[in-house]
């Protein structure tokens, strides 16, 4: 039974930092492609990043690039999401998903098999 859960959520003042960490369990991360994904109330869900860390290789929004960093620990089954220079746009529930590495790196969430329950960030201006 694949489980994903994120933690790290929480409310900052615009320009802070916060780091989402998701733990997977029920399978080993390596061979997978995890990604996070964001939904502010109203919106559409819309992929964030994604790293399969086999092979080194990232994908970020265009609205994030330059100030959030994926990253893996593939021994501790981890998945982090560093955010900085937190934007009040940025609010929304985050979660992390996985899915099996297929050789392409994509943000779309229909992508995704395994989802975690979220976490809320919130970012006041």
């Known amino acids: 039974q694949v489980q994903l859960v994120e933690s790290g959520g929480g409310s900052v003042q615009a320009g802070g930092s916060l780091r989402l960490s998701c733990a997977a369990s029920?399978?080993?991360?390596?061979?997978?492609?995890m990604g996070w994904f964001r939904q502010a109330p109203g919106k559409e869900r819309e992929g964030v990043a994604g790293?399969?860390?086999?092979?080194?290789?990232?994908l970020y929004a265009d609205s994030v690039k330059g100030r959030f960093t994926i990253s893996t620990d593939t021994a501790e089954n981890m998945t982090y999401l560093q955010m900085n220079s937190l934007k009040p746009e940025d609010t929304a529930m985050y979660y992390c998903?996985?899915?099996?590495?297929?050789?392409?790196?994509?943000?779309?969430?229909?992508?995704?098999?395994?989802w975690g329950q979220g976490t809320q960030v919130t970012v006041h201006s």
């Open positions: 029920g399978y080993t991360s390596s061979g997978y492609y």
């Open positions: 790293i399969y860390d086999g092979g080194g290789r990232t």
């Open positions: 998903a996985a899915t099996h590495w297929t050789g392409y790196v994509s943000l779309d969430p229909r992508l995704f098999g395994y």
